[in-house]
């Protein structure tokens, strides 16, 4: 089973959209636009919120990955 972890090499802000791309292997970019689409649709403070824990919860990626 993979663990999930930030990415160092596909971030934008914090790492947490590339590390579930690469853990699911999805591309990042459409993990992000759904993010900002589901911002803008059901409000902002709560996925920022999400965010901003998510960035102090989970890990960044070890040095080799």
Do not use: H
């Not at 960044?60 to 990955?65: H, I, R, S, T, V």
């Amino acid at each position: 089973m993979k663990k999930l972890y930030r990415s160092r090499k596909n971030l934008m802000i914090a790492g947490i959209c590339g590390g579930l791309g690469e853990m699911f292997s999805v591309d990042p970019t459409l993990l992000r636009l759904a993010l900002v689409l589901l911002c803008v649709f059901t409000g902002i403070v709560p996925f920022v919120l999400i965010y901003i824990v998510g960035w102090l919860i989970i890990p960044p990626a070890p040095a080799g990955q």
